[in-house]
């Protein structure tokens, strides 16, 4: 599973459109559909964006990890 797998598994799972994704990123609701469609490609300001609405961790969005917990620090 890919990166666009994981954000398109997400936000699936949380029941969140498309559009609200769009807005999250300021772009247009085409432009999610484009990426999910593997059409265009997200920036990792995007990716930072989602990590901060999701409140997960860029590890489990990239597939650095499986816990979508941010990593206990010690």
Not at 16 to 26: D, N, Y
Not at 45 to 71: Q, R, T
């Amino acid at each position: 599973m890919d990166y666009i797998d994981r954000l398109t598994e997400l936000r699936n799972d949380r029941d969140i459109k498309q559009s609200t994704i769009a807005e999250i990123l300021g772009v247009k609701q085409s432009a999610v559909s484009k990426y999910e469609k593997r059409r265009a490609q997200y920036t990792v300001d995007d990716i930072i964006k989602l990590c901060n609405f999701y409140n997960i961790s860029a590890d489990y969005i990239l597939g650095l990890a499986d816990d979508l917990e941010f990593p206990k620090r010690s």
